[in-house]
Structure formats: structure tokens, C-alpha cells
């Protein structure tokens, strides 16, 4: 399936819209991890922990956004939107959302 951030695939129009599909998973920093990442923000450097579960997160988003669009018909994704968010109460949570255009090129 086609992913892309623009409006439109060079070589490739859209014959049908379906809509707006998105994906959505929401992670929650452990204690362990949040250990070892302040340990590496003290003497600096990349938080490979993170990146590794940010990485899954939107992976799994973005799986999600692409079934929602199979189950529609469509087999692209346009105008692709990619968005992350802290939230709970002690901002121990991270969103990662994923929306866009559903379409059959």
C-alpha cells in the first residue's frame, strides 16, 4: 500500500475517495525505561529505548490507518499526517495518531 504526505501520487490518480482513515496508539513509559533515559540524558546522546518503542508506535499506527483503508476499498493513502502527543495526567503516556485520505489510484 501507498503511503505518502501529498496530496497526490505523481503517476498514479486517484479513480475513487473513500474518506478520512486514521490510526491510533497510545504507549506508556515503564519505570525501567524511564531510568535508563535519564541516565542517558545526563551524559547525553540518543535514548535508543524511545526512538525503539516511538518507532513501534507509529508503525503500529500506521498499520492501523492502512487496514481501515483496505476495508474501504482503497489501497493508497494520501495526505498522510503523522502527529505525536503526551498525555496523562503526569505526561507518562505518549499518542501517536496517523489520518489521512483513503483512495483507490
Known amino acids: 500500500m501507498i503511503v505518502t504526505t501529498t496530496n497526490a501520487i505523481e ?3 486517484a479513480k475513487d475517495y473513500y474518506g478520512i482513515v486514521t490510526g491510533e496508539v497510545i504507549v506508556g513509559a515503564n519505570m525501567f525505561r524511564d531510568l ?9 546522546g540518543r535514548s535508543g529505548q524511545y ?12 498499520e492501523e490507518m492502512c487496514d481501515q483503508c483496505r476495508a474501504l476499498g482503497g489501497n493508497a493513502v494520501i495526505g498522510c499526517d503523522i502527529d505525536y502527543e503526551v498525555i496523562g495526567k ?3 503516556m505518549l499518542m501517536v495518531s496517523v489520518s489521512g485520505t483513503a483512495v483507490r489510484v
Open 11 to 13: 503517476s498514479h490518480p
Open 36 to 44: 535508563f533515559a535519564s541516565i542517558t540524558d545526563l551524559v547525553g
Open 90 to 92: 503526569t505526561g507518562s
Open 51 to 62: 526512538e525503539e518503542v516511538l518507532g513501534r508506535a507509529r508503525t503500529q499506527a500506521i
